[in-house]
């Protein structure tokens, strides 16, 4: 099992292997929680697909068509000549 060092201000680095299994990266949030025996459950704090829901929708914006995306790929390219 994979063991980490605790440094003067309280913070450890968490081993590969348990970021790997907790699916954490850089700049996740890692939640501690005491169970009624005194051992720390650990977890990576994932958001709530709920709590993102209308972040892409564009209210009372038609969809563009795969036509209008070719042709502004099309306009763009031509301005970079």
Known sequence: MPT???????????PKAVRD???VDAGDQVDFTLNERGEVIVRGVTTDIKSIRG???RPRKQAVTIEEMDAAILRAHARKR
């Open 21 to 23: 299994h907790l699916r």
């Open 55 to 57: 972040l892409l929708k």
């Open 4 to 14: 980490a060092t605790v440094t003067t201000k309280g913070q450890i680095t968490i």
